[in-house]
């Protein structure tokens, strides 16, 4: 969850956000990825939907959030550095899903070319059923990265969130073994 009102004292023009162990919170990490095949088939779908999605205009990059710091639950802070929007109907059921994921073997400037080159993933999750919007944290004094997003339904984000385990088993070390590695995730209605 993401709220300005914080019982601890925190930056100004920072958020606090809530993390999984919240009331509310259905933890997802616990959750099988989904097959290969099954992710494959879901990532291509995506990316035919996200094609469509840039030729109606109805993706955009807004920039009233960048530069924000959130607070998270465990005391470290992220800067949001991209907004991901799609211009859509009303949300439904919205449901806010939270990634946390370590980049393998990148080390100092090579986060600033992770964020550049990270835009390029836009059509792995875009086009998904049920995308709202994305905000994209920088690492964090820990070295992991976030990804806040907002979905219509959390049935929709945990099928993402199975998908995208098969993606971030290639460069990040939590989610090369699906039986022990962990990407923490965890998604709450609003």
Request: charged share 30%; aromatic share 8%.
């Amino acid at each position: 969850m993401i709220t300005d009102k914080d019982p601890r004292r925190h930056e100004p023009g920072s958020t606090a956000v809530g993390l999984p162990g919240m009331p509310g919170t259905c933890e997802l990490s616990d959750r099988a990825p989904l097959r290969y095949d099954a992710a494959l088939r879901g990532l291509a779908g995506c990316v035919v939907s996200t094609v469509r999605l840039l030729w109606q205009r109805r993706i955009h990059l807004p920039a009233e959030q960048v530069g924000r710091r959130l607070r998270f639950a465990d005391g470290t802070t992220a800067r949001v550095y991209r907004e991901t929007v799609v211009g859509r109907g009303a949300t439904e059921d919205p449901c806010v899903l939270v990634v946390e994921f370590r980049l393998r073997a990148v080390r100092g400037r090579g986060h600033a070319a992770f964020r550049w080159e990270s835009l390029l993933n836009t059509p792995l999750f875009v086009g998904f059923p049920g995308f709202v919007s994305k905000l994209w944290l920088a690492n964090d004094e820990r070295g992991r990265y976030r990804g806040l997003y907002e979905w219509d339904g959390p049935q929709r984000a945990d099928r993402y969130a199975r998908a995208l385990w098969r993606v971030l088993a290639l460069v990040s070390p939590c989610c090369r073994d699906a039986r022990r590695g962990k990407m923490r995730q965890a998604a709450r209605p609003f």
